[in-house]
């Protein structure tokens, strides 16, 4: 094969899941390219990952900018597929584990000559994977089980992974404070799941029972304005009412305009406590350790891939239920 395109048109957390299936293509056919195909919500999750040779990224409608017209996003795909269209891809992997008819119809678009998907198609996949065909439960294990349907070769899941430029080290390492002997605690307090939302007072009990130590040092993330939707407001202002509530100089904010600056700044942190969802799995991209809150979320299913993790979930499903005594705990243990 030379030519093989991967298509994922998910959120963050999905394509992180995406990135051993890609380094398992690349040892399987050294010699292949490999093209990927994702939305623009996702870009940031592989810029510089060596095993790509080009990404092209294309914008769901509902992410059109502001004053932005329909015509001018679908215009700006039709380009986007007469570029891939010219390249002759040998295989096209659908790499949802999931049947997705809209990943279907951009790798025929696409021009693919060997479609490969989970679903029973058989008329428009070339290798349809039924539920039996996958192998393991977290989604990492099962968007790999598409390797082979191009190799015979025994190839180990690697970790996830996300590669950081010398330039995105230097700028977290300048606007992080050093610690010393102390331990660097990354809170991260949003998730777009209402039940997966920890209540701020009780991060705000986490945070000074981790400043009791005088060394320590907390870093308090969040999801900047428009990062699900243009008009998104973001969590800004409970981050705000956070740190005012905390009152301590060894707590600080850490804004982020982009998926780069977070992980720049998780690579710093020496744990990191957040809920399920995208930030979980950068964090783990990052070989992290985590407390993660999961609301009713299959933790078998989506739990971090790389690195240590404790996740604390109730038979509720909501994170509310969970005490102060509970995460400090699991933070300890991890310690």
């Given at each position: ?15 992180v ?5 890609l380094?398992?293509?690349s040892e399987?056919?050294p ?16 810029k ?5 040779k ?29 570029r ?8 096209v992997i ?7 008819k809209?990943?279907?119809r951009?790798?025929?678009?696409a ?33 790999f089980?598409y390797?082979?349907?191009i190799?015979d070769?025994i190839?180990a899941i ?5 590669w950081?430029?010398d330039e995105?080290?230097?700028q ?15 809170v ?26 005088e ?10 304005q ?27 904010l850490y804004?982020t ?8 700044a998780?690579?710093?942190?020496d744990?990191?406590?957040?809920s399920?969802?995208?930030q979980?799995?950068?964090?783990s991209?990052?070989?992290?350790k985590?407390v993660?809150f999961?609301?009713?979320?299959d ?21 509310a239920d ?14």
């Amino acid at each position: 094969m030379k030519n093989i395109l991967v298509i994922r048109r998910d959120n963050i957390g999905d394509l992180v899941c995406t990135t051993p299936l890609l380094e398992g293509i690349s040892e399987a056919w050294p010699e292949a390219s490999i093209w990927l195909l994702i939305n623009s919500v996702s870009q940031d999750v592989v810029k510089h990952n060596p095993y790509i040779k080009q990404t092209f990224v294309y914008r769901k409608a509902k992410h059109r900018k502001k004053n932005e017209s329909w015509f001018s996003v679908y215009f700006e795909r039709l380009k986007l597929i007469l570029r891939l269209r010219r390249i002759h891809f040998d295989a096209v992997i659908l790499a949802n584990p999931q049947p997705c008819k809209y990943s279907l119809r951009l790798a025929r678009m696409a021009g693919g000559r060997h479609i490969i998907g989970a679903g029973s198609d058989n008329r428009r996949l070339n290798v349809a994977f039924s539920p039996q065909d996958f192998r393991g439960e977290h989604q990492v294990e099962r968007t790999f089980s598409y390797l082979s349907a191009i190799t015979d070769k025994i190839i180990a899941i690697p970790p996830v992974r996300i590669w950081l430029s010398d330039e995105e080290r230097q700028q977290a390492a300048a606007r992080i404070k050093p610690v010393g002997e102390g331990s660097l605690l990354g809170v991260h307090i949003s998730s777009r799941c209402a039940l997966r939302r920890w209540p701020l007072e009780r991060y705000r009990e986490i945070i000074l029972r981790h400043l009791k130590n005088e060394h320590n040092h907390v870093v308090i993330f969040w999801s900047p304005q428009g990062t699900l939707t243009p008009d998104d407001t973001g969590d800004a202002h409970r981050a705000e009412q956070l740190l005012a509530s905390c009152d301590n100089p060894r707590a600080s904010l850490y804004p982020t305009a982009s998926v780069r600056e977070l992980v720049a700044a998780f690579e710093h942190c020496d744990r990191v406590l957040c809920s399920d969802g995208g930030q979980m799995h950068l964090a783990s991209a990052m070989n992290k350790k985590q407390v993660v809150f999961f609301g009713d979320t299959d933790q078998k299913a989506w739990r971090p891939w790389s690195g240590q993790y404790q996740i604390l979930q109730t038979p509720s499903g909501n994170c509310a239920d969970v005490s102060v005594d509970d995460v400090w705990h699991q933070l300890q243990v991890l310690s």
